[in-house]
């Protein structure tokens, strides 16, 4: 296992970050019908992403369905392997850094204690045939960190942390509402005191006000516990509440990172308006419809170009020639349009 | 936290209910499937103490019997209840013999009553059987009239051997050899479906080719061919383990289907990932998420493979290719109705047939209730 310092992914010294993401890619094979299935494409779910999360920080990545939200952070955590890139993580907060994508099976165990994840949904992320208390007390049991009393002691404190009453514990999650299943699978996630948190779509699957209840938790505990999320959304209304900075993913790439209010007042991006302009407004006078909704990209067949250009009303020969990067555009705000200045 | 299976009312809230119990709930109202269940533990009961159950030993011979017919029950105050006397008679036109009604002969029955000496599992000696002729209601009963009294529930065989001693005592082996042939099945099924699931790809794709291939095959000839293949001078032990074993060979396909299917699908259901992402071991991730998932799936395809495997080791027996005499299991005693003169002149001899027709039929009910309660989460 190598261990990294900051200065072998150009990190920023002043403000390290937790977990720095370089050149990500994950691309899903294409294979072509018949006996011998030759590779004949991919699918670039994830194509070259790269940012930084900062301590106790919560970063959101929004994006339209299949734009690669969910896979960026699967991989990063290694549920799918990394096709290729870097995830450096710093699993002690001392500085010395890890690379999720070269870790083999055996060496990632010990860094699940750091780094874990709240799925999108409460419904099938539960084993149903395990009561609540042996699903919350399943990463204590499997790292050795408590047994017994403390075990039982441990899984009683978090679960009154996520707001469940310890008796629920010989239930099981059949049971519970999706409210409170989400709860339970918070508690699975923060039981072994964690760095790092993915929350996939953590609340997409709820009602509206349970969603509120469960968003507030989850900045609650953060608080509380020192967290840092990658909170993936797609809807915007939440990721405005909750998140210090915004990653905008289109088509496998992130188009557009900036500091929360930044990005709703000045987005600099075509796509990022676009997808701003289509969030619904609970007013019945105005009437927003998206100005240009078009297409979405087809991730096994993209433009040579910018991804977004046959969608961007203002792109030009040289969006549609050459892919652009990401480029810094103010004070912590990066954006992949050529044009923004204009 | 008792859970009582007929308990009036459940202790607990549906709340609080685990997987076991919601579906021991569903079960019990599928009500032939509960008697098939009682039935069949009955019927196993019944092999276990077979001795004690069967009213002769298997090997019990009664030359002034040869062939006799299915005797009929009578009850009067005096002899209280009894089997009807029957001696045989030549016929004088034919020389047929045949049987006909002898009062003289009429045998008293009782419960728990004293016979032939035997041993239990070879150890525990008794001579208490569960029903026969009662010695002791009978006036001046001198020792070796046990061979004038007699009570044949299902007949006699060409031997004067009570037939239905016989189907008892062989239900020992007809009836266990579907349960150790559904174990080795169980094995192969588990092991090889589980790979084919968990791994994937060119090895699934391989091991799914071979269960085709495998299914493909014409089943009797194949059973022949293997049962062939047993040395006959092997005994009667040995021969019943490779039995049991060509059985199980042919029939783990339908269960590693099942299997791997199942983990295919839950494979990458989230609490799977999930408990990746926890840092669970495979076996772990197998073992307490996986199987758990579907073991009512694989109880149900192994309660489905047992007739399967009772009627093989009868058809095998039958055809002369399993157990041989002198073991008696319900196979060997058909082969007597090999003869069709036989069948039309001693149709009691088909008696085993009923019995068989009988277990099948329990076993199918009974999967049939533990399929419909295999999945309580199902809304109907």
Redesign the interface.
């Known amino acids: 296992m190598n261990i990294y310092n900051i200065n072998d992914f150009n990190g920023s010294a002043a403000n390290p970050p937790l977990l720095a993401v370089r050149d990500l890619c994950k691309y899903f094979p294409i294979r072509s019908q018949g006996l011998i299935r030759r590779r004949i494409g991919d699918v670039k779910a994830v194509d070259h992403v790269s940012f930084d999360l900062r301590r106790n920080e919560t970063l959101g990545l929004v994006g339209e369905s299949g734009c690669g939200k969910s896979t960026t952070v699967?991989t990063i955590?290694r549920?799918l392997d990394f096709t290729s890139g870097h995830a450096y993580f710093d699993p002690e907060g001392d500085g010395r850094y890890i690379d999720f994508g070269e870790l083999t099976a055996r060496e990632?165990?010990?860094l699940?204690?750091a780094a874990?994840?709240i799925?999108?949904?409460p419904f099938?992320?539960?084993?149903?045939?395990m009561?609540v208390g042996g699903i919350v007390a399943?990463?204590l049991v499997?790292?050795g960190l408590a047994r017994g009393k403390a075990l039982e002691k441990r899984v009683d404190e978090i679960l009154v942390k996520v707001g469940l009453r310890p008796e629920y514990k010989?239930?099981?999650p059949?049971?519970f509402s999706g409210g409170q299943r989400q709860r339970i699978?918070i508690a699975?996630a923060l039981v072994m005191n964690p760095k790092f948190v993915v929350a996939d779509e953590a609340v997409s699957a709820l009602d509206v006000s349970v969603q509120a209840q469960v968003i507030n938790l989850l900045d609650d505990l953060k608080r509380e516990m020192g967290l840092s999320y990658i909170f993936v959304a797609h809807d915007l209304g939440v990721v405005r509440h909750i998140c210090d900075r915004v990653a905008v993913m289109y088509a496998g790439r992130i188009v557009e990172l900036a500091p929360t209010e930044e990005l709703f007042e000045r987005p600099l991006h075509p796509y990022t308006r676009l997808l701003l302009g289509s969030a619904p407004i609970p007013d019945p006078d105005r009437r927003t419809l998206p100005p240009n909704p078009g297409e979405v990209a087809d991730a096994g067949n993209l433009p040579a170009g910018c991804a977004f250009a046959p969608r961007c009303p203002h792109a030009t020969a040289a969006c549609r020639a050459e892919r652009p990067e990401l480029r810094p555009a103010g004070t912590d705000h990066l954006s992949a349009c050529p044009r923004m200045g204009e | 936290m008792t859970f009582r299976l007929f308990a009036r009312r459940p202790a607990l809230t549906y709340d609080m209910l685990n997987q076991r119990q919601l579906t021991l709930l569903k079960f019990r109202k599928h009500k032939l499937a509960v008697a098939a269940g009682f039935l069949l533990a009955g019927l196993y009961v019944m092999a276990i103490f077979s001795p004690f159950f069967a009213p002769y030993g298997k090997y019990e011979r009664n030359l002034d019997y040869i062939y006799c017919p299915p005797q009929k029950l009578g009850f009067n105050w005096e002899k209280g209840l009894y089997a009807r006397g029957l001696k045989r008679a030549v016929d004088p036109v034919t020389l047929n013999s045949r049987y006909v009604d002898a009062p003289e002969n009429d045998a008293p029955l009782g419960f728990f009553v004293k016979g032939k000496p035997y041993r239990l599992w070879g150890i525990i000696p008794s001579e208490r059987h569960f029903f026969g002729v009662d010695p002791e209601r009978i006036p001046d009963f001198r020792p070796g009239d046990e061979a004038r009294y007699v009570y044949f529930l299902a007949g006699a065989d060409k031997f004067g051997c009570d037939i239905w001693s016989r189907i008892v005592q062989g239900s020992t082996i007809s009836l266990s050899v579907g349960l150790v042939g559904v174990f080795l099945s169980f094995l192969f099924g588990v092991v090889i479906g589980g790979i084919s699931g968990y791994c994937g790809g060119a090895v699934d794709t391989a091991i799914q080719r071979v269960i085709e291939i495998i299914n493909s095959f014409p089943q009797l000839p194949m059973w022949l061919a293997l049962a062939a293949a047993v040395p006959s001078d092997w005994g009667p032990l040995e021969t019943y383990f490779a039995i049991t074993v060509t059985l199980s060979l042919l029939s783990w396909t339908g269960l590693a289907r099942v299997v791997r299917g199942k983990i295919l699908s839950l494979r990458e259901e989230d609490y799977a990932v999930a408990a990746r992402l926890l840092g669970a071991s495979h076996p772990r991730i197998l073992f307490r998420h996986l199987l758990p998932a579907f073991a009512s799936h694989i109880i149900v395809t192994l309660t489905l493979t047992v007739p399967g495997m009772i009627l093989g080791e009868t058809s095998l027996s039958f055809l002369g290719l399993g157990l041989r005499p002198p073991v008696v299991s319900w196979g060997v005693m058909l082969q007597d109705c090999m003869n069709v003169k036989a069948v039309i002149d001693y149709p009691w001899l088909l008696a085993p047939v009923l019995m068989l027709v009988f277990a099948v039929l329990c076993f199918n009910f009974l999967g049939d209730g533990l399929r419909d309660a295999a999945d309580p989460y199902a809304s109907k």
Not at chain 1, 124 to 129: A, C, D, E, I, V
């Open positions: 699967r955590l549920a990632l165990v010990p699940r204690r874990q994840m799925f999108q949904d099938s992320s539960l084993n149903p045939r009561t399943e990463p499997i790292h010989t239930r099981y059949h049971a699978g699975r």
